[in-house]
């Protein structure tokens, strides 16, 4: 070897062993803080799912494409990084081995031509970044772009140095040829062509001469390697962590995603005895290190990209949601008070404790940041604007203001939005409940709204607080017999009934509601579907109680009903509220509660189908479909409503925000039962969106979204011109009045 392949050798090594200890070093010290947090269960149960997962979603970057131009981009740059990762083995031989090439398929020319096609993707991809980043830039939009808050310089220094990778690429690939050209040898493993970028570089500089193009090749391999690992160094200090973390976060994330029920309270691996909870036993989560492994990992993997805030609808009616700026001020929380994770080892005991000892190892100003509080109010501080952290964990905040806002925290509906455009699988909703659940069951401090809710629910078995025995009342209102469980004596459902009639509380005592209940009721009727209801023996399933942090009274609710509706033997089930069919079908099997349920359009649907409902008088009006949250994202249930106002309306129209990017309408995670005091109304921004299609009907499927439209669209009558003649029907309201002559 003679001394010039010997210095290429020694500077190229030396660059690699030098930056990968501090690369290494980095990677350790994640690994470390990661296994720091409390055990998460069943994380690692499904490799299956969790490698199709990978295929879907990381080689195929199915969540990312659903922005079309975005999407493109990035599976570009992905793509393009895994088939430049040839390239990376190309520039180490080239340091041992002038003629190196990969074994069998280093000289191949597709190979070559691959290798190039994807650099020149590559750029095209990071121009598309770049351009939308001048397009949706925060210091021209505001709070209304959706990379408002993100780290947005870390982000123009990463697609810089994604350049910097491609042009030393081409550079050294190029030298490479010319040298090959000049020597009539293989230096350039692609001699035969296919490389065609890489060619016409090299035409740039043939003319240079043998020499000058030998010292351009040693001196592009140096920068090849350096530019590439300071890059790996730069992604690992900064956001462009989820390089490393999304991958890992997809395959251990729930599936089929973290939408539909919420995770059962832990300990030790175990459901949590609420009749008997242990001493150390976690209520929710009321500092960072209360959080999971798998809750650190979603952190990491957090891109900042916006998405979830661009879909918020809290954050979309001005309110002080984002899920990325949750999400981002916990990430840089937990950095922060790393070396408090490290020392504590996952001991951290909670309920407002800290591991003494952990603590007692940290500095006066590490220790105040640990015990700072975790969540309050932060709004109108003087503080505020202060406040915030560097993603190395540097401070610039103010040790007595909250991490989390609790206003904030109050303003999520989970409707879901933010977990299903999460392109890297992040499961916000169970991190903003774990959150109230500490709120809740341990600091005592929520909503004063939530009061009334949890005494109604407690004392009388629902949230409007009405006497059980009223559950009946609407069955006087319908022509023809409702069969009532017990009425005749039974012990079990009867083997003539096809469903048990769940008729939910607002389908028993919200008037709008109830005519939802009585329509349901006659179309079975009239197509010979046998049910049964409970009567005054059904209560809540406690979802409101559960998404409001309550769990304690969930649990109470839940293992209620469960033990009912097994000692009756219940198997089939119909509901008129989506958040009924998600607590029955979704989240009722984690207390032995296993039933076939159906939301009331599915069952319609079937049975228009089947010609049993036959529409004969097709309303004459445009009609359009507002997706329930819990009926759509988190139950995938989007074809049988479509159907039924098909089936039923002469003319549909879709609103822009429709399917999985429906917009909310204010209701869920118990914010039915409480104010709105900052922003526009969610509903009236989703009416406003319904009424700008011009129809005339707005078809709904859930009690909660009726009720939160037909107030907004009242409220737009009420001003002179505005949405006359607008109504807010259930699609049962809309078939029942079809089949009538």
Not at 304 to 328: D, F, H, V, Y
Not at 480 to 505: H, K, M, N
């Amino acid at each position: 070897m003679d001394s010039g392949m010997v210095l290429r050798l020694i500077v190229g090594l030396a660059l690699t062993v030098g930056i990968s200890f501090f690369a290494g070093r980095r990677v350790l010290f994640l690994v470390k803080l990661a296994r720091s947090g409390k055990p998460a269960t069943g994380r690692l149960s499904d490799p299956t799912g969790s490698v199709q997962a990978e295929a879907i979603e990381v080689l195929g970057q199915k969540k990312l494409l659903k922005w079309t131009i975005p999407g493109i981009a990035h599976v570009m740059a992905f793509w393009g990084f895994l088939v430049l990762g040839a390239t990376i083995l190309e520039v180490y031989g080239a340091l041992f081995n002038p003629e190196f090439a990969i074994p069998i398929i280093g000289r191949w020319s597709i190979v070559g031509f691959a290798e190039d096609l994807f650099g020149l993707l590559v750029l095209a991809g990071i121009s598309i970044f770049a351009v939308l980043r001048l397009s949706n830039n925060p210091a021209k939009q505001g709070r209304w772009s959706r990379f408002f808050g993100s780290h947005t310089s870390g982000a123009w220094v990463i697609l810089f140095m994604i350049f910097n990778v491609v042009w030393t690429l081409f550079l050294y690939r190029a030298a490479q040829y010319n040298v090959g050209l000049y020597k009539g040898t293989n230096n350039f493993p692609f001699m035969n062509g296919g490389a065609f970028m890489s060619e016409w570089v090299a035409s740039w500089f043939y003319g240079l001469g043998e020499t000058a193009n030998e010292i351009i090749e040693v001196i592009g391999i140096w920068l090849q390697i350096a530019v590439v690992l300071f890059f790996l160094l730069i992604v690992l200090h900064s956001k462009h962590l989820h390089i490393g973390a999304a991958p890992i976060n997809v395959y251990v994330s729930r599936r089929p995603d973290g939408l539909g029920p919420l995770q059962p309270m832990m300990h030790n691996g175990e459901p949590l005895n609420f009749e008997d909870p242990p001493e150390d036993a976690l209520f929710g989560k009321g500092h960072i290190a209360e959080f999971t492994w798998k809750g650190y990992v979603d952190l990491m993997a957090c891109t900042e990209c916006g998405r979830c805030q661009s879909q918020c609808p809290a954050w979309n009616t001005e309110k002080p949601l984002s899920p990325k700026l949750m999400i981002m001020n916990l990430r840089d929380t937990m950095f922060a008070q790393s070396d408090y994770l490290l020392a504590a080892k996952g001991k951290h005991p909670g309920l407002g404790e800290f591991d003494q000892a952990a603590l007692e190892s940290l500095s006066p100003e590490v220790r105040a940041q640990v015990e700072r509080p975790f969540i309050g109010s932060r709004l109108g501080s003087e503080h505020e604007a202060e406040d915030g952290y560097t993603f190395d964990g540097h401070r610039t905040s103010n040790a007595e203001l909250p991490i989390i806002d609790e206003e904030a925290l109050w303003n999520c509906t989970m409707c879901g939005a933010c977990v299903n455009q999460c392109p890297v699988d992040i499961e916000h909703i169970d991190h903003f409940v774990d959150m109230r659940r500490n709120q809740v069951m341990v600091a005592s401090d929520f909503p004063s709204e939530l009061n009334g809710l949890f005494k109604n629910l407690e004392n009388k078995g629902n949230p409007w607080g009405m006497n059980s025995s009223g559950r009946n009342d609407w069955m006087s209102e319908v022509d023809f017999d409702v069969r009532v469980f017990g009425a005749t004596g039974e012990d079990s459902i009867p083997d003539d009934i096809d469903y048990l009639f769940w008729v939910g509380c607002a389908g028993a005592f919200e008037d709008r509601a109830k005519r939802t209940t009585k329509n349901v009721a006659e179309l079975m009727n009239i197509a010979g579907v046998s049910f049964m209801v409970l009567g005054d023996g059904e209560t809540c399933t406690g979802d409101p109680a559960r998404r409001a942090g309550n769990e304690f009274l969930f649990q109470m609710q839940a293992q209620q009903n469960v033990e009912v509706l097994n000692e009756i033997k219940a198997t089939k089930i119909v509901v008129t509220c989506p958040h009924c069919l998600n607590t029955l079908k979704r989240e009722y099997p984690q207390l032995g509660g296993n039933y076939e349920v159906v939301h009331h359009s599915e069952l319609l649907a079937e049975l228009v189908k089947a010609g049993r409902l036959t529409p004969v008088n097709k309303i004459e009006q445009t009609v359009t479909y507002h997706d329930p949250c819990y009926l759509g994202r988190h139950n995938k249930i989007y074809t049988p409503p479509r159907e039924l106002v098909s089936a039923s309306a002469t003319s549909v129209v879709e609103m822009e925000r429709s399917g999985d990017k429906s917009f909310c309408c204010g209701a869920g995670g118990a914010r039915m039962w409480m104010e709105e005091k900052i922003g526009t109304r969610i509903n009236q921004n989703r009416a406003d969106e319904a009424i700008a299609t011009g129809a005339k009907r707005i078809a709904v499927g859930c009690p909660f979204c009726s009720v939160m439209l037909n107030d907004a669209v009242t409220s737009r009558q009420q001003e002179e011109g505005r949405a006359v003649g607008v109504e807010v029907v259930d699609i049962s309201t809309l078939l029942l009045n079809a089949s009538k002559p």
